[in-house]
């Protein structure tokens, strides 16, 4: 009657930079079937290149396995969360090789240095150093994940989610 409608919300558009240094790898190309197969979520893997794990934007830690510190959870400041896992089966070394520099609840800034890692460490302990870097299923925030050639860097790619 009075002509108001609801406001739709502008949807916000995250690119995420790897948070690793290192090669890019396919997804499917991960040796763990539930990465391989996007059965937790959308995005990319990498080869590390230096055993470093940076902060690719502004925001918290949700999260951090916090005994063995090989994986990590990620909010932007739009509620999208990512997950980096360093490395498969590397929870199997309870820490060993692994450094961190933030804990669970701490709010980081892009290049922030988050974890270190021992990429000899783990490659000879047997366990491959591949690191998924994922957008977890059901994000309510979330609507749409795809990745795409960096900018950049051709030979990077970025996650581009859309909230």
Not at 48 to 54: F, H, Y
Not at 75 to 84: D, N, P, R, T, V
Request: glycine fraction near 8%.
């Amino acid at each position: 009657m009075f002509g108001w409608k609801k406001k739709q919300a502008v949807p916000v558009v995250v690119e995420i930079p790897s948070p690793v240094p290192g090669t890019l790898v396919a997804l499917e190309q991960v040796p763990d079937e539930a990465f391989a197969a996007k059965m937790m979520g959308e995005g990319i893997a990498i080869q590390p290149a230096e055993g470093k794990v940076i902060a690719p934007f502004d925001g918290k830690v949700v999260h951090l396995m916090e005994k063995s510190k090989h994986a990590i959870m990620l909010e932007h400041a739009s509620g999208a969360q990512i997950l980096i896992h360093v490395g498969m089966n590397t929870v199997s070394l309870k820490g060993e090789g692994f450094t961190a520099h933030v804990k669970t609840g701490d709010v980081i800034a892009r290049g922030q240095l988050l974890l270190e890692f021992d990429i000899v460490l783990i490659e000879q302990a047997g366990y491959p150093v591949i690191t998924p870097v994922i957008v977890p299923n059901g994000q309510e925030c979330v609507k749409q994940v795809e990745v795409a050639a960096s900018q950049s860097d051709p030979a990077q790619a970025v996650i581009i989610i859309q909230c």
